[in-house]
């Protein structure tokens, strides 16, 4: 499928403000316009001083400034020191930060025989500057201790994000502390949705006799939309052949992707298969995994020769997301150009017996416990959709595994898949 699929145009990428990006995937590097932090700057809140005007631990010198953060301080005089607070600019002519806990104040009648020495300084101090005062420094500074250096973080013309790169909220501060005011994204994909099945109901509508509520509307609309696509929702449609072929024609237009779910198994009321491949191809149907083994992969012709892709979904709920978050994430995130290949996968203890593995590669879902294992949900029907709310991940089983109390097994985390 990933073979087959290209990231959409370069030319549809788009310029977005940083603000509203979340979710988005840049489709041009981020170079950083600044060092950052950009000026040499304290970790702590205590005196700037010279190294060389501390020779020994209870060395007494004046304040001759006060730098809260923003503030641009004077040079610091000889003999003296400057009260800074965190994040403030260090000032020219010192050389390191003492944090205010290894410092103690000093009685002005303690130091008045230097006070006159020192009276011309404090005058000519930053605007804003406290009245002189003394104080102790009770330790040796070391040349650089607690001073955060200009370009520590960033450097002027380097690559903080690359394209490809899926938006965080900390990607979006990164770019921000750049100067980042826009950035270049790819274009939303542009995905139809629609279930098949005479059974189905919309919650809040009367449940007649045989039929069951559409959680799958809910929950693929939900995941398209978490992966920052566009999702046009084209409701529920008939089973029967002429209207999904009708709905297929409809979804095609002006959609890069059609997801459904349900009919594409091998009863006389599943008529995707045969509806897709009328307007279009099927390129793959049915693999060999448990849930989700219906699952198909093809093509929707376009009037104009051009065609959208195509993803059926099984109908089964479990079924289906497990094999949106196997198959169609990974889809709408290449068509984004996104490098985001999905969780690795972990290994962690199985708490669980599971002694009558399927031929099938399973994916049994799990939930961390807080002994460091996982537990087994007990019913892994594909129709038990409480599994996925009560678990938090699956194990990605292979195919005949028997596993044991005490294995090690592969963890693949809903939280990192749906990040």
């Given at each position: 499928m990933l073979s087959a699929v290209r990231p959409l145009p370069a030319t549809d990428a788009q310029r977005v403000s940083t603000f509203d990006a979340?979710?988005?995937?840049?489709?041009?590097?981020?170079?950083?316009?600044?060092?950052?932090?950009p000026a040499d700057n304290t970790a702590m809140d205590g005196y700037a001083l010279r190294c060389a005007d501390v020779p020994a631990a209870?060395?007494?010198?004046?304040?001759?400034?006060?730098?809260?953060?923003?503030?641009?301080?004077?040079?610091?005089?000889?003999?003296?020191v400057a009260r800074i607070f965190t994040g403030a600019q260090v000032p020219a002519g010192a050389d390191a930060v003492v944090m205010q806990e290894q410092c103690e104040p000093v009685a002005d009648a303690a130091v008045a025989s230097v006070r006159d020495?020192?009276?011309?300084?404090?005058?000519?101090?930053?605007p804003g500057?406290?009245?002189?005062?003394?104080?102790?420094?009770?330790?040796?500074?070391?040349?650089?201790?607690?001073?955060?250096?200009?370009?520590?973080?960033?450097?002027?013309?380097?690559?903080?994000?690359?394209?490809?790169?899926?938006?965080?909220?900390?990607?979006l501060g990164m770019a921000a502390s750049v100067g980042a005011a826009t950035l270049v994204v790819a274009a939303r994909p542009r995905v139809a949705l629609f279930s098949t099945g005479d059974e189905l109901a919309m919650p809040g509508d009367p449940l007649k006799p045989g039929a069951i509520y559409n959680s799958n509307r809910f929950t693929l609309r939900a995941l398209i939309q978490a992966l920052g696509c566009e999702c046009t929702d084209l409701g529920i449609v008939p089973d029967r052949l002429d209207a999904t072929r009708e709905a297929l024609r409809h979804a095609a237009q002006g959609n890069h992707l059609i997801v459904t779910s349900g009919g594409v198994s091998v009863g006389e009321e599943d008529h995707l298969r045969p509806a897709v491949a009328a307007e279009g191809r099927i390129d793959l149907w049915q693999i060999a995994i448990k849930p989700g083994k219906p699952l198909a992969f093809g093509e929707v012709r376009r009037p104009d020769a051009t065609s959208a892709w195509f993803i059926g979904l099984?109908?089964?709920?479990?079924?289906?997301?497990?094999?949106?978050?196997?198959?169609?994430?990974?889809?709408?995130?290449?068509l984004q150009g996104a490098t985001d290949a999905g969780p690795a996968g972990m290994p962690m203890r199985a708490d669980f017996d599971w002694p009558r593995p399927d031929k099938r590669r399973e994916f049994l879902r799990v939930r961390r416990?807080?002994?460091?294992?996982?537990?087994?949900?007990?019913?892994?029907?594909?129709?038990?959709l409480t599994s996925t709310?009560?678990?938090?991940?699956?194990?990605?089983?292979?195919?005949?595994?028997?596993?044991r109390p005490g294995d090690t097994v592969r963890y693949l985390s809903f939280a990192e898949w749906l990040a």
């Open positions: 979340l979710g988005r995937v840049l489709a041009e590097d981020v170079r950083s316009a600044l060092d950052v932090p209870g060395t007494v010198l004046p304040v001759s400034q006060r730098i809260p953060a923003g503030v641009v301080g004077a040079v610091l005089q000889p003999g003296t020495a020192v009276a011309t300084t404090a005058e000519s101090a930053a500057s406290a009245p002189l005062t003394h104080v102790r420094i009770n330790t040796v500074a070391q040349p650089g201790q607690w001073i955060r250096r200009r370009g520590e973080d960033v450097q002027h013309g380097a690559v903080v994000l690359t394209a490809g790169t899926r938006l965080t909220p900390q990607a099984p109908g089964n709920p479990v079924s289906s997301f497990i094999t949106f978050l196997l198959a169609v994430r990974p889809v709408l995130m290449r416990n807080d002994r460091g294992g996982l537990d087994l949900f007990p019913n892994q029907s594909s129709g038990v709310v009560w678990g938090d991940g699956v194990v990605d089983n292979p195919s005949g595994c028997a596993i």
